[in-house]
């Protein structure tokens, strides 16, 4: 039994998770490229003196996830000793990192005196880290890591406070932007942000009460996982979904779980899911952990500050070689399309044990870089990372959110800020009518997000998925529609985009951006007309769909409810109203 004094361990804890938060604050605030500091590409954590995770910042379930394996990693070419005050070692190899190379990990040790107390950690999306197209994040034409761009081993970026100004000059000369380097700096004072607050915590209460309060926030954070495992039952669930393809005329990959609840544990078995592919975008077994922990502890411990306590008590299987699980030097960069389809997988099995925890599929986003050689506002070669991110899916007891990133956690980047970046305009953003899967709560809806590209030329590299199998609904809850990227739209040289294909633009060229539609849970006849009118009237439902998807008549001006004519359609319903 612990013998801390619970005041004292209570202020510890909340002071790791506020410089864990506070790490963030300084990254957004100081960082250069929209991706970091508009799209919260990045997260932050704080770890003990053995490298476990101890508290971490609320950002990308796809970082600190794979953060709690990466750092660990790292020190291992880094051993205890090695490393002084104002050190960081950077490192994104896809098979030690977040699964890609534009997310750099750095880690900063921190000490008490000569005493290591534990180290400062931050992960950030680059915009670009070189490679065969802008942004580093092709699948078309790529199937090894070497051509995705500049990989970095575990290397000190900072020797005790300066800059190593050799590897700076290797990552200019690899990078088309240089807000890379600005990241990398803002990176840096985050850490130190985190390394004197930690300091702060050991001046006040000691280094080793902070030493016995991390390993108590450990071991209080595995029991309670172990108790919300034993109110789950025990046995094996599956379930199955496909992502549409990995480039034009490829085929989709069948993503295939088995989810067993043992005492204590709880295990993510990939055996049967595709194989690897030819493409930049197979999922690192660091980044199908990630997306896995982020589903498990939503259902289980969802207000609980997530650290390694929690995690070991999760287990991820899958075989070498496969989608989830490919071979070092696989071609990785556009892993981030399958975030939402670990996840869902996850969630899909999960919702045959705790339906009443779980939510249906969610939108997604398409994340498409637009680029070109030269601006017409600065003469210089511009890189635009745009983003649409539409719902997400529903619960059993409310509707899914609007423009609202899950599971990855990301943000709509503000249209002014990519105009005022790039030479695009923003003709529209908004959301899509009847485009929200249909339940007695419906999915959040799809986000259409039209672009028109400024400059003489150009090249956009696409990234999205659900155009061919749209979001899952849940108990009778219907799909959500599917996305798509359109060409030109409403002219005669309108075409449809492969959500994975890379394309030349030219000045004028429109890009309308449309993600899916997320699940709906619960039958749609089953909805409270009040909420369906409240959606007409909103314009997110037309009167039609309120008609013959939630068996709801309106008056002639769709401003009020025509309760007889209601009942009579909902009672040949398949579920009427009770």
């Known amino acids: 039994m612990s013998t801390i004094d619970p005041v004292t361990f209570s202020v510890v804890w909340g002071g790791l998770l506020s410089t864990a938060a506070e790490m963030g604050s300084t990254l957004l605030r100081t960082a250069y490229s929209m991706t970091v500091r508009e799209g919260s590409d990045f997260s932050t954590g704080v770890f003990d003196a053995r490298g476990n995770m101890i508290a971490q910042g609320d950002y990308s379930p796809g970082h600190l996830g794979s953060m709690a394996f990466t750092v660990r990693n790292m020190l291992s070419w880094y051993p205890e000793g090695s490393l002084k005050p104002g050190d960081a070692v950077i490192c994104n190899d896809p098979t030690i990192g977040s699964g890609h190379l534009p997310d750099i990990f750095m880690v900063t040790p921190v000490f008490h005196g000569e005493r290591l107390i534990g180290y400062a950690v931050n992960i950030a999306h680059h915009i670009d880290v070189g490679g065969s197209a802008p942004g580093s994040e092709e699948v078309v034409g790529v199937s090894e890591t070497c051509q995705e761009g500049l990989k970095l081993l575990p290397v000190l970026l900072y020797r005790q406070g300066e800059p190593v100004t050799e590897i700076l000059r290797i990552i200019e000369g690899n990078v088309r932007v240089k807000d890379v380097l600005g990241d990398l700096h803002a990176q840096y004072a985050a850490n130190l942000t985190g390394v004197a607050r930690m300091q702060a915590l050991a001046r006040d209460y000691g280094p080793d009460m902070l030493a016995d309060c991390m390993a108590e926030i450990v071991a209080r954070s595995e029991e309670a996982m172990i108790g919300a495992l034993a109110e789950l039952p025990r046995g094996t669930w599956h379930f199955e979904d496909v992502l549409d393809d990995t480039g034009p005329g490829t085929e989709p990959v069948r993503f295939k779980l088995a989810l067993t ?124 990372w745009m983003t649409a991110i539409g719902g997400v899916g529903a619960h059993r007891h409310c509707d899914g959110q609007e423009a609202t990133t899950s599971p990855t956690n990301g943000t709509n980047t503000p249209v002014e800020v990519q105009e005022m970046n790039a030479p695009v305009f923003i003709h529209r953003m908004e959301l899509v009518p009847d485009s929200a899967g249909a339940g007695r709560f419906r999915g959040g809806m799809a986000m ?103 068996k709801v008549a309106l008056d002639a001006e769709a401003a009020a409810i025509d309760h007889a004519a209601t009942r009579e359609l909902r009672a040949g319903a398949p579920y009427p109203a009770k």
């Open 261 to 384: 609840v043992e005492d204590g544990r709880i295990i993510c078995d990939w055996e049967g899911t595709d194989g690897q592919r030819p493409a930049g975008i197979n999922a690192y077994m660091q980044y199908t952990r990630s997306y896995c922990i982020a589903a498990i502890k939503a259902v289980t411990l969802p207000r609980a500050a997530q650290n390694f306590g929690i995690i070991r008590c999760i287990d991820i299987r899958a075989p070498e070689g496969c989608y989830v699980n490919p071979r070092p030097g696989a071609a990785s960069g556009a892993r981030a399309v399958n975030a939402n389809r670990i996840y869902e997988v996850v969630m899909g099995a999960l919702a045959q044990i705790v339906p009443e925890r779980v939510i249906a599929a969610s939108s997604g986003f398409t994340n498409p870089k637009v680029s070109g050689m030269v601006s017409p506002h600065t003469g210089q070669p511009f890189l635009a």
């Open 448 to 550: 259409r997000k039209d672009v028109e590209l400024l400059a003489e030329d150009g090249l956009v590299t696409n990234l999205g998925d659900r155009n061919a199998t749209a979001p899952y609904g849940l108990e009778d809850g219907l799909p959500g529609t599917k996305a798509a990227t359109i060409l030109n739209p409403g002219t005669q040289g309108e075409r449809r985009l492969h959500s994975k294909g890379t394309y030349s633009l030219a000045k004028g060229d429109i890009l309308s951006l449309r993600t899916a539609g997320a699940g709906g849970f619960g039958a749609p006849a089953l909805r409270d007309p009040a909420a369906v009118l409240r959606d007409v009237i909103h314009g997110l439902v037309s009167p039609g769909a309120a008609r013959s998807i939630y």
